[in-house]
């Protein structure tokens, strides 16, 4: 199965990356019963806006795709060390690698800005529809 479609894997990256070895501890956290959190396992699915709003650390792509890092960083958006290994300029092409290096590391923090902004979209909708 898939990462990006595996939301039990998901969860317990996340539940492993907070600190919490026991559901019930994780659930607790999430502020739910942990029977439903055994539910979301069985059902692969979860509450993506309760999720994003109590884990607030960890990056909204990820949380989406299962791709990525998973905890937000202002300095590095990418997976672990993709582009740290670009740390001199590439022979024959001088400052231009860096140069597009910190292009790249731009565009992918203003992605992920919109991904965030989406979801808040998606969740203010969806709390107005149950409103109303």
Request: hydrophobic share 35%; with cysteine; charged share 25%.
């Amino acid at each position: 199965m898939s990462t990006n479609n595996d939301k039990s894997l998901i969860l317990n990256q996340i539940k492993i990356q907070l600190g919490y070895s026991k559901d019930s501890e994780f659930a607790k956290f999430l502020g739910i019963k942990p029977q439903t959190l055994s539910t979301w396992h069985t059902r692969n699915t979860f509450d993506i806006e309760l999720v994003y709003a109590k884990c607030e650390q960890i990056d909204a792509n990820w949380l989406l795709t299962g791709k990525g890092q998973i905890l937000k960083n202002e300095e590095n958006q990418f997976p672990s060390g993709e582009l740290n290994a670009v740390k001199e300029p590439v022979q024959g092409y001088g400052d231009d690698a860096e140069f597009w290096k910190n292009e790249y590391i731009a565009i992918q923090k203003k992605y992920t800005a919109l991904l965030e902004n989406k979801l808040q979209e998606i969740f203010t909708a969806d709390k107005s529809s149950k409103a109303g």
